[in-house]
């Protein structure tokens, strides 16, 4: 059984959360029961970080508009043992920068729109650590936004990274098969989560290409990125108040 709570840092205070309850035959799935570890240090500081770097190009209307974005973001939190389980805290999630500029290529004046034109930007979720047989697998992702920028009859969603875990999708797409190089597996052996701090690092790249028709409106939508994930848990000897 996995457990997620929201807590106010590494130092206690008031916590409260949810419970992913399995029935049957899924516990087995969701626990961290059979052939847990009862020693070792009682938590773990974890640490991700997360950098993707990309373009786009959008053909629409009659109109082209070409992209490129930057993002590095960062989540915090912990593991902590709970008899057989696993609890997993939510510290902060923080966008540390954030670019995007994309340019009407098809205007005589070449109008752009940055970061600094809109409202919205990426936000990073880590949803849970899942035990898969021996190992835990990290399941987050970078929600993105829509995009051209630009006013045009016709948008898509601009896919950002998510772990293999995740499976994001739209418009029928499952984000897992559009990875060409590397892997966005994320995730932890069985033995790491021990005495010893372990820092795992995965890339990959990823592209995508979409053709659209809405009210005879033919619209060709062009995505790729490279990204990298780090994660870090430094086990504590103390133990949560």
Request: hydrophobic share 35%.
């Given at each position: 059984?996995?457990?997620?709570?929201?807590?106010?840092?590494?130092?206690?205070?008031?916590?409260?959360?949810?419970?992913?309850?399995?029935?049957?035959?899924?516990?087995?799935?969701?626990?961290?029961?059979?052939?847990?570890?009862?020693?070792?240090?009682?938590?773990?500081?974890?640490?991700?970080?997360?950098?993707?770097?990309?373009?786009?190009?959008?053909?629409?209307?009659?109109?082209?508009?070409?992209?490129?974005?930057?993002?590095?973001?960062?989540?915090?939190?912990?593991?902590?043992?709970?008899?057989?389980?696993?609890?997993?805290?939510?510290?902060?999630?923080e966008i540390e920068d954030w670019?995007?500029?994309?340019?009407?290529?098809?205007?005589?004046?070449?109008?752009?729109?940055?970061?600094?034109?809109?409202?919205?930007?990426?936000?990073?979720?880590?949803?849970?650590?899942?035990?898969?047989?021996?190992?835990?697998?990290?399941?987050?992702?970078?929600?993105?936004?829509?995009?051209?920028?630009?006013?045009?009859?016709?948008?898509?969603?601009?896919?950002?990274?998510?772990?293999e875990e995740d499976r994001q999708?739209?418009?029928?797409?499952?984000?897992?098969?559009?990875?060409?190089k590397g892997s966005n597996r994320?995730?932890?052996?069985?033995?790491?989560?021990?005495?010893?701090?372990?820092?795992?690092?995965?890339?990959?790249?990823?592209?995508?290409?979409?053709?659209?028709?809405?009210?005879?409106?033919?619209?060709?939508?062009?995505?790729?990125?490279?990204?990298?994930?780090?994660?870090?848990?430094?086990?504590?000897?103390?133990?949560?108040?």
């Amino acid at each position: 059984m996995i457990r997620k709570r929201m807590g106010e840092g590494f130092s206690g205070g008031p916590r409260w959360g949810w419970r992913l309850l399995a029935l049957g035959g899924l516990l087995p799935l969701l626990g961290l029961t059979g052939g847990a570890r009862q020693e070792g240090p009682p938590w773990w500081e974890a640490q991700l970080r997360l950098e993707v770097r990309g373009t786009y190009r959008v053909e629409v209307g009659g109109a082209t508009y070409d992209g490129d974005f930057l993002c590095r973001a960062r989540w915090t939190g912990s593991l902590e043992k709970d008899g057989p389980d696993v609890l997993l805290y939510k510290l902060g999630a923080e966008i540390e920068d954030w670019r995007i500029r994309e340019t009407d290529v098809s205007a005589a004046s070449l109008s752009t729109v940055t970061e600094r034109d809109i409202p919205v930007q990426p936000a990073l979720r880590v949803n849970y650590f899942l035990r898969r047989e021996n190992d835990l697998e990290v399941d987050l992702v970078l929600e993105g936004l829509r995009v051209p920028l630009h006013a045009a009859p016709l948008a898509f969603d601009l896919l950002l990274p998510s772990s293999e875990e995740d499976r994001q999708s739209a418009a029928g797409r499952d984000y897992n098969t559009g990875v060409l190089k590397g892997s966005n597996r994320v995730y932890l052996d069985g033995d790491e989560l021990g005495d010893r701090q372990v820092e795992k690092s995965f890339e990959w790249s990823w592209e995508s290409r979409i053709w659209s028709m809405e009210q005879e409106e033919i619209a060709v939508f062009r995505s790729r990125h490279t990204a990298r994930v780090t994660l870090t848990v430094i086990p504590r000897s103390n133990r949560r108040p």
